[in-house]
């Protein structure tokens, strides 16, 4: 059986509203009360504001946008991988994983 070539326009459309939809639910108690003292709040603005640039760049001819933002949604995720390791791998950690992936994804793949 021979793989679904032209779906893959459909998947990337799907990780990208997936990735804006997850950043967006999971990091909205942490934008309600606005510290603007807290890295966490600036971190979990950061993700969330890229995650959408993400989106846009993909109705974008170019892919700089897509790159970016994949660039910024990776390694902020990697560094909240970092700063929550507490000695054990759990249900809690790895989900910080998946937008580790998608933002190295979009990086490597931009708009294809």
């Given at each position: 059986m021979?793989?679904?070539?032209?779906?893959?326009?459909?998947?990337m459309w799907l990780?990208?509203?997936s990735l804006v939809l997850f950043l967006f639910l999971s990091n909205i108690r942490s934008l309600s009360p606005i510290n603007l003292e807290s890295v966490r709040f600036y971190i979990t603005f950061a993700l969330v504001i890229f995650a959408?640039?993400?989106?846009?760049?993909?109705?974008?001819?170019k892919p700089g946008?897509?790159?970016?933002?994949?660039?910024?949604i990776f390694l902020l995720s990697g560094y909240?991988?970092?700063v929550l390791f507490n000695g054990?791998?759990?249900?809690d950690y790895t989900v910080?994983?998946?937008?580790?992936?998608?933002g190295f994804f979009f990086?490597?793949?931009g708009n294809k």
């Amino acid at each position: 059986m021979q793989p679904f070539k032209s779906g893959q326009v459909v998947a990337m459309w799907l990780l990208r509203i997936s990735l804006v939809l997850f950043l967006f639910l999971s990091n909205i108690r942490s934008l309600s009360p606005i510290n603007l003292e807290s890295v966490r709040f600036y971190i979990t603005f950061a993700l969330v504001i890229f995650a959408v640039l993400l989106l846009v760049g993909g109705f974008m001819s170019k892919p700089g946008l897509t790159v970016i933002s994949g660039l910024i949604i990776f390694l902020l995720s990697g560094y909240q991988l970092v700063v929550l390791f507490n000695g054990r791998i759990d249900l809690d950690y790895t989900v910080h994983l998946f937008p580790l992936a998608i933002g190295f994804f979009f990086l490597c793949q931009g708009n294809k």
